[in-house]
T-cell receptor, first 116, second 116 residues
Framework: GAVVSQHPSWVICKSGTSVKIECRSL??????MFWYRQFPKQSLMLMAT?????????EQGVEKDKFLINHASLTLSTLTVTSAHPEDSSFYIC????????????FGDGTRLSIL | AQKITQTQPGMFVQEKEAVTLDCTYD???????LFWYKQPSSGEMIFLIY??????QNATEGRYSLNFQKARKSANLVISASQLGDSAMYFC?????????????FGSGTRLSIRP
């Protein structure tokens, strides 16, 4: 079945560092990719939607200069947390979907980001 | 308004028993897709089952079945013969409409714990 690969799975870094998270669709072309943030014991919160070759659409309240999203190809999207601070510590999970909405949206395994 | 409601924050079930996780949805779209995902403590989102709004038969995938009652706008997940490995967070989700701009909407989740 379709697989989405997310890397890295765990990051610990110092405050002020920029962190890049990669999301790849391995066996299908992801026309749309999504980035979510999940706080403990809560549901997923959509941060942004990206379509290949165009700028990401950010949800209200999400700083686009803080969370840079690049979707350069149909199989790769990246999320860069710029100048990360402790409040950015969270679980980030990407998701990818093909062109038809009756296909499931597949998720990466997530990235646990800890900023010291 | 587009919404998914899961009214059971947590459930405890004895191993080998069947369990039903409740989900109701609200949408004005005639076409939509309903999904269930499992999120174990490791964090990955695992796709379980899909039901299209025009599907007349309830979806089944192994031990998982979706009890789709369109008039009541409910899409309950039934797990037969529960196993210890079924302990996880379960999210009901919906993609309203059939456009590439449609975003998946998640419920708040149900934490299922299976007792040996």
């Amino acid at each position: 079945g379709a697989v989405v690969s997310q890397h890295p799975s765990w990051v610990i870094c110092k405050s002020g560092t920029s962190v890049k998270i990669e999301c790849r669709s391995l066996d299908f072309q992801a026309t749309t990719m999504f980035w979510y943030r999940q706080f403990p014991k809560q549901s997923l919160m959509l941060m942004a939607t990206s379509n290949e070759g165009s700028k990401a659409t950010y949800e209200q309240g999400v700083e686009k200069d803080k969370f840079l999203i690049n979707h350069a190809s149909l199989t790769l999207s990246t999320l860069t947390v710029t100048s990360a601070h402790p409040e950015d510590s969270s679980f980030y999970i990407c998701s990818a979907r093909g062109p038809a909405n009756n296909q499931p949206q597949h998720f990466g395994d997530g990235t646990r980001l800890s900023i010291l | 308004a587009q919404k998914i409601t899961q009214t059971q924050p947590g459930m405890f079930v004895q191993e080998k028993e069947a369990v039903t996780l409740d989900c109701t949805y609200d949408t004005s779209d005639q076409s939509y897709g309903l999904f269930w995902y499992k999120q174990p403590s490791s964090g990955e989102m695992i796709f379980l089952i899909y039901q299209g709004s025009y599907d007349e038969q309830n979806a089944t995938e192994g031990r998982y079945s979706l009890n789709f009652q369109k008039a009541r706008k409910s899409a309950n997940l039934v797990i037969s013969a529960s196993q210890l490995g079924d302990s996880a967070m379960y999210f009901c989700a919906m993609i309203p409409g059939y456009s590439s701009a449609s975003k998946i909407i998640f419920g708040s989740g149900t934490r299922l714990s299976i007792r040996p």
